[in-house]
T-cell receptor, first 112, second 118 residues
Framework: GEDVEQSLFLSVREGDSSVINCTYT??????LYWYKQEPGAGLQLLTY?????DMKQDQRLTVLLNKKDKHLSLRIADTQTGDSAIYFC????????????FGKGTRLSVIA | NAGVMQNPRHLVRRRGQEARLRCSPM?????VYWYRQLPEEGLKFMVY????????ESGMPKERFSAEFPKEGPSILRIQQVVRGDSAAYFC????????????????FGQGTRLTVV
């Protein structure tokens, strides 16, 4: 089955790190993604990780993948007010040849 | 190079009317995906099209919904006899590739059409 779960809300202070968590149920997932959606806008692909990796770092973003627990996280270092948005976790399988399956999104609020 | 263009951005329809949503993919992209986002929900896949061909419509409701991507012009998502439950944001994404992991990693989303049925 395909199900992606995320906590709905996260609030952090500006300058702190944010950690957004996601769990998925399909062990055959091959790619896992993080998207950002700002108010009234479309989705922006932030980063993705292939299932044979444990970690991926891209500037302020760090993705950690625990395949055993089917747990994915996105860490944003030095969180800024411009990071306030909804963050969606998504998965595909079959070498990426399937449509994206999204979680419901985590709304990140950054307090100045 | 313009991004994925969707229009209209906002659409209001009365129950029973038809809604037509348009998506122009990025230049050089020949694959289009439609997703629906209900309020407070994630995006749900609806349909995947290549030009003149529906590849996967497993997420499309069986009735009232149809999609096309003609040889010339934008992709159209058509909803006939709209009901209040059709109120949602409809997103289109385009990709240059058909298969493989890069199908999604090289896909770009449009800003969506927000449909309100009154």
């Amino acid at each position: 089955g395909e199900d992606v779960e995320q906590s709905l809300f996260l609030s952090v202070r500006e300058g702190d790190s944010s950690v957004i968590n996601c769990t998925y149920t399909d062990s055959s997932s091959t790619y896992l993604y993080w998207y950002k959606q700002e108010p009234g806008a479309g989705l922006q692909l932030l980063t993705y990780i292939f299932s044979n990796m444990d970690m991926k770092q891209d500037q302020r973003l760090t993705v950690l993948l625990n395949k055993k627990d089917k747990h994915l996280s996105l860490r944003i270092a030095d969180t800024q007010t411009g990071d306030s948005a909804i963050y969606f976790c998504a998965e595909t399988w079959n070498s990426g040849n399937t449509p994206l399956v999204f979680g419901k999104g985590t709304r990140l609020s950054v307090i100045a | 190079n313009a991004g994925v263009m969707q229009n209209p951005r906002h659409l209001v329809r009365r129950r029973g009317q038809e809604a037509r949503l348009r998506c122009s993919p990025m230049k050089g992209h020949s694959h289009v995906y439609w997703y629906r986002q209900l309020p407070e929900e994630g995006l749900k896949f609806m349909v995947y099209l290549q030009k003149e061909n529906i590849i996967d419509e497993s997420g499309m409701p069986k009735e009232r919904f149809s999609a096309e991507f003609p040889k010339e012009g934008p992709s159209i998502l058509r909803i006939q006899q709209v009901v209040r439950g059709d109120s949602a944001a409809y997103f289109c994404a385009s990709s240059p590739r058909e298969t493989g992991g890069k199908r999604n990693t090289e896909a770009f989303f449009g800003q969506g059409t927000r449909l309100t049925v009154v």
